[in-house]
């Protein structure tokens, strides 16, 4: 019975499908918050708090196969985060508001299942991505531990493609500092040096009930100017494309405040429904991927990543410096792997369900190859939609993956060649009885001429009824090195043939017996060049589209990327080589150019060995 997804399991009872609609244009979302992470204060077994993950959270994110946006909602409790996260979703209700003084959100929630969104990209392209929306524990609690809370800031920010500011409307010293702290990672993150890494923001001044400024963004830059000009700079050179967004109060009594997720959209103030309905759709037009240098980030890569950087920081109970290259270059590794072996897994269950069930062995080679294409094609589309890294740790990946399925194909190919051995030899076996071995133990041949006739209908019922395959030429050139030379022998010995003509003979069937040699390794040579062909064809076909992909991944980043399109362009003309070399089909070219000069000097060789035999006979 097939297992059912995870993303599949969020029952009726879980989902709140007839929540609270927002309305207003923003799409309404099935589902409900689940727990991804939380923090466990120290405990007599350990020295420090640890931040442990949601086994069953992980879970749904691994089952998602489309590109990830990841919009973490971070800021101070009771300031309104969690309903923002859920007007994304287009309801009032969903994330945990609470009524009380103290922050109901502990830890990070995730919304489940992550919503689909289709949107163009700015080349142009329609994509469908999954949008997965974080609400992060309030900061600013007073009963927090201060190394959870510069922890789970710097988590949302180093796992986030959108990073949402929810802060007071009138800008304080404190929330700057906080903002300053993103520009200033180098304690705590080594970036990557030549690409995007850093979220998109977005500021939300909650509350604002100033002068609507006209431009907020031009008014939150004054502001910090005015407070931190150190700050403002850092902001500024770090964050080249942010938006910020003044939001009214909601302009309702204290008693519907305090239960926000049952709240009508008509019972707000216009002004506040009006300027996060304004909000939410910017956020939306201009939601960028989570990337891993040139790759987008999907559902596994994006579990284990986090798995990852979680496992860092409980290694210290202070913040320690998270190595981002690395990080990536782990992932890179444990994906490629685990692909690597979940394909020879899945060619390997094909293979074996084709010969144990589907069809009766021996197969001819051609429909051999024609399964193991199939299969192997299966395999190769689904490697390349979901392996990650850059064009040369791609290429690396491929050429193990080609020595991989090679030596797990050379295993069918050696069970189907001994099946046509045996079923060969067989055919062979009955015919030579039938019409050679019955009349010579009888002594039933009167002269050459009906030996002759004899080995002639062998042969010509044996090539009407054999599959016809290298191994079919191998078991008759096998039968011409031993049974034809004890059959020559023998009928020489009743006198039926003289030994001249005996000696002729011979010369004839171990001329033939070469040439059926020569053909059956040029047959077997044949079969594994075209199979080498259409594999290498598959596999240029699969590249060249991964690396379309990761020059669009790479052109939809927003920051100049001018290092990593140069490294970018070096590493795809390698690419290509990589794979080729594993192929590696050229010396057999070379070598069936050596077997059939080879045949064409037995072909000679056997004329003139007939001719002799002409003179003698």
Same mark, same amino acid.
């Given at each position: 019975?097939?297992?059912s997804?995870?993303?599949n399991?969020?029952?009726? $009872?879980?989902?709140?499908?007839?929540?609270?609609?927002?309305?207003?244009?923003i799409?309404f979302?099935?589902?409900?918050?689940?727990?991804?992470?939380r923090?466990?204060?120290k405990?007599e077994?350990?020295?420090?708090?640890?931040?442990?993950?949601n086994?069953?959270?992980?879970n749904i994110?691994?089952?998602?196969n489309?590109?990830?946006?990841?919009?973490?909602?971070?800021?101070s409790?009771?300031?309104?985060?969690?309903?923002f996260?859920?007007v994304?979703h287009?309801r009032?209700d969903?994330?945990?508001l609470?009524p009380?003084?103290?922050?109901?959100t502990?830890?990070?929630?995730?919304?489940?299942p992550?919503?689909?969104?289709?949107?163009?990209?700015?080349?142009?392209?329609?994509?469908?991505?999954?949008?997965?929306?974080? $609400?992060s524990?309030?900061?600013?609690d007073p009963?927090?531990?201060e190394n959870?809370?510069?922890?789970?800031?710097?988590l949302?920010?180093?796992?986030s493609?959108?990073?949402v500011?929810?802060?007071?409307?009138?800008?304080n010293r404190e929330d700057?500092?906080?903002?300053h702290?993103m520009?200033?990672?180098?304690?705590?993150?080594?970036?990557?040096?030549?690409?995007?890494?850093l979220p998109?923001l977005?500021?939300?001044?909650r509350?604002?009930?100033?002068?609507n400024p006209g431009n907020?963004?031009d008014y939150?830059?004054?502001?910090?100017?005015?407070?931190?000009?150190?700050?403002?700079k850092?902001?500024?050179?770090?964050?080249? $494309?942010f938006?910020?967004?003044?939001?009214?109060?909601?302009?309702c009594?204290?008693k519907?405040?305090?239960?926000?997720?049952?709240?009508?959209?008509?019972?707000?103030?216009?002004?506040?429904?009006?300027?996060?309905?304004?909000?939410?759709?910017?956020?939306y037009?201009?939601?960028?991927?989570?990337?891993?240098?040139?790759?987008?980030?999907?559902g596994?890569s994006f579990?284990?990543?986090?798995?990852?950087?979680?496992?860092?920081m409980?290694?210290?109970?202070?913040s320690?410096?998270?190595?981002?290259?690395?990080e990536?270059e782990?992932?890179?590794?444990s994906i490629?792997?685990?692909?690597?072996?979940?394909s020879?897994?899945?060619?390997e269950?094909?293979?074996?369900?084709?010969?144990n069930?589907?069809?009766?062995l021996?197969?001819?080679w051609?429909?051999?190859?024609?399964?193991?294409h199939?299969?192997?094609s299966?395999?190769?589309?689904?490697?390349f939609?979901?392996?990650?890294?850059s064009?040369?740790?791609i290429?690396?990946f491929s050429?193990?993956?080609i020595?991989e399925?090679s030596?797990?194909?050379?295993?069918f190919?050696k069970?189907n060649?001994?099946?046509?051995?045996?079923?060969?030899e067989?055919?062979?076996?009955?015919?030579?009885?039938?019409?050679?071995?019955?009349?010579?133990n009888?002594n039933?041949?009167?002269?050459n001429?009906e030996?002759?006739?004899?080995?002639?209908?062998?042969?010509?019922?044996y090539?009407?009824?054999?599959?016809k395959?290298?191994?079919?030429?191998?078991?008759?050139?096998s039968?011409?090195k031993?049974?034809?030379l004890?059959a020559?022998?023998h009928?020489?010995?009743l006198?039926?043939?003289?030994a001249e003509?005996?000696?002729?003979?011979?010369?004839r069937e171990?001329?033939?017996?070469l040439r059926l040699?020569?053909?059956?390794?040029?047959?077997?040579?044949?079969?594994e060049?075209?199979?080498?062909?259409?594999?290498?064809?598959?596999?240029?076909?699969?590249?060249?589209?991964?690396?379309l992909?990761?020059?669009?991944?790479?052109?939809?980043?927003?920051k100049?990327?001018?290092e990593?399109?140069?490294?970018f362009i070096?590493?795809q003309n390698?690419?290509i080589?990589l794979v080729?070399q594993?192929?590696?089909?050229?010396?057999?070219?070379?070598?069936?150019?050596?077997?059939?000069k080879?045949?064409?000097?037995?072909?000679?060789?056997?004329?003139?060995?007939c001719?002799c035999?002409c003179?003698v006979?």
């Amino acid at each position: 019975m097939t297992q059912s997804s995870p993303l599949n399991n969020i029952t009726s $009872d879980e989902s709140t499908e007839q929540g609270n609609r927002f309305g207003k244009g923003i799409e309404f979302r099935e589902g409900s918050p689940i727990q991804l992470l939380r923090y466990s204060e120290k405990s007599e077994n350990e020295k420090f708090g640890q931040i442990l993950l949601n086994p069953e959270a992980l879970n749904i994110l691994r089952e998602i196969n489309e590109p990830l946006a990841i919009i973490s909602v971070v800021g101070s409790f009771r300031r309104g985060k969690s309903y923002f996260a859920n007007v994304l979703h287009g309801r009032h209700d969903g994330f945990d508001l609470g009524p009380n003084v103290e922050g109901c959100t502990r830890g990070i929630y995730m919304w489940a299942p992550p919503f689909k969104l289709t949107s163009e990209q700015p080349n142009g392209k329609t994509i469908q991505k999954r949008v997965l929306v974080l $609400d992060s524990e309030g900061i600013d609690d007073p009963s927090q531990d201060e190394n959870w809370i510069t922890k789970l800031f710097i988590l949302c920010l180093v796992i986030s493609s959108t990073f949402v500011y929810n802060i007071n409307g009138i800008v304080n010293r404190e929330d700057i500092g906080k903002l300053h702290l993103m520009t200033d990672l180098s304690k705590f993150i080594q970036e990557p040096k030549d690409e995007d890494f850093l979220p998109r923001l977005v500021i939300l001044l909650r509350d604002f009930v100033l002068e609507n400024p006209g431009n907020f963004k031009d008014y939150f830059l004054k502001q910090l100017y005015n407070i931190n000009t150190g700050a403002a700079k850092a902001i500024r050179e770090s964050f080249h $494309d942010f938006d910020v967004y003044g939001l009214s109060p909601p302009g309702c009594k204290k008693k519907m405040l305090q239960h926000m997720e049952e709240a009508k959209t008509n019972e707000l103030d216009e002004e506040f429904v009006e300027e996060v309905v304004n909000a939410v759709k910017s956020i939306y037009s201009q939601l960028p991927l989570k990337y891993i240098s040139s790759s987008v980030m999907k559902g596994i890569s994006f579990a284990k990543f986090l798995e990852d950087v979680v496992e860092r920081m409980n290694s210290s109970e202070t913040s320690i410096l998270l190595s981002i290259p690395d990080e990536y270059e782990s992932i890179i590794r444990s994906i490629a792997q685990e692909l690597i072996k979940e394909s020879i897994e899945k060619y390997e269950e094909r293979m074996n369900n084709l010969m144990n069930e589907e069809v009766k062995l021996p197969m001819l080679w051609e429909e051999f190859e024609n399964m193991h294409h199939e299969y192997i094609s299966e395999v190769n589309k689904i490697f390349f939609e979901k392996i990650i890294g850059s064009p040369l740790q791609i290429g690396r990946f491929s050429e193990q993956l080609i020595k991989e399925t090679s030596k797990s194909k050379e295993e069918f190919v050696k069970k189907n060649s001994k099946e046509l051995m045996h079923y060969n030899e067989n055919i062979a076996k009955e015919f030579w009885t039938k019409h050679v071995e019955t009349r010579l133990n009888k002594n039933l041949f009167k002269n050459n001429k009906e030996f002759q006739e004899a080995l002639k209908l062998f042969e010509s019922d044996y090539n009407k009824s054999t599959k016809k395959s290298p191994e079919a030429t191998k078991v008759i050139s096998s039968y011409k090195k031993n049974q034809y030379l004890f059959a020559i022998n023998h009928i020489t010995q009743l006198g039926r043939i003289n030994a001249e003509l005996a000696k002729a003979m011979h010369a004839r069937e171990e001329a033939e017996r070469l040439r059926l040699e020569a053909l059956a390794r040029e047959e077997v040579l044949l079969l594994e060049i075209e199979a080498l062909k259409r594999e290498k064809e598959e596999y240029e076909k699969n590249i060249n589209n991964k690396i379309l992909e990761l020059q669009t991944n790479i052109e939809q980043q927003n920051k100049s990327q001018g290092e990593m399109k140069r490294r970018f362009i070096e590493e795809q003309n390698s690419i290509i080589k990589l794979v080729y070399q594993s192929f590696d089909d050229f010396p057999k070219n070379e070598e069936i150019k050596k077997l059939r000069k080879e045949n064409n000097e037995i072909k000679t060789k056997k004329r003139k060995v007939c001719c002799c035999m002409c003179v003698v006979v």
